[in-house]
């Protein structure tokens, strides 16, 4: 059974994306007072509904994202800060490993054609472009289901 976003899940998440949106705008920063305890309930969440598979999915994200962090060249380079790693661990952690794939897929895809057709790396702070290919995975996630 593949974990999939729930609607719970699903407005936390979004919740969570319109104020890392608002104060990476503001600030140029994701706080960790918001992607810390996201990550928590989400770890909470998923145990609960999920059991030992949700506590598993927590896991794979966690070290998915250690692998992110071991990939220095994005955070050596200032395409990904500290806050946009904890912000993809409390959405994989709200909705689960396999929709976190699928974001960094679209993440990836955004990020290759600004490069072919905009010949820029950096289109949008990486912040905002992860919570815009969060919520269109995420919309098309509950769509279907």
């Known amino acids: 059974m593949v974990m999939q976003p729930t609607w719970i899940s699903a407005i936390v998440t979004v919740i969570m994306l319109v104020i890392a949106t608002i104060t990476d705008l503001r600030s140029k920063k994701i706080y960790n007072w918001l992607t810390l305890p996201c990550t928590g309930i989400g770890l909470i969440y998923n145990i609960y509904m999920f059991h030992w598979q949700g506590f598993l999915s927590f ?5 998915l994202i250690v692998a992110l962090l071991i990939f220095v060249a994005f955070y050596a380079s200032n395409l990904l800060g500290g806050g946009d ?9 709200l909705c689960g490993f396999m929709i ?6 679209v993440l990836a895809a ?3 054609l600004g490069v072919i057709f905009l010949k820029k790396i950096k289109l ?15 919309g098309f996630q509950l769509a279907s289901s």
């Open 59 to 63: 896991l794979y994200v966690s070290i």
């Open 85 to 93: 790693i904890k912000l993809l661990m409390a959405i994989g952690s």
């Open 100 to 105: 976190l794939l699928d974001i960094l897929f």
């Open 110 to 112: 955004l990020v290759l």
């Open 124 to 138: 949008m702070p990486p912040g905002i472009a992860i919570a815009v290919c969060s919520l269109i995975v995420i």
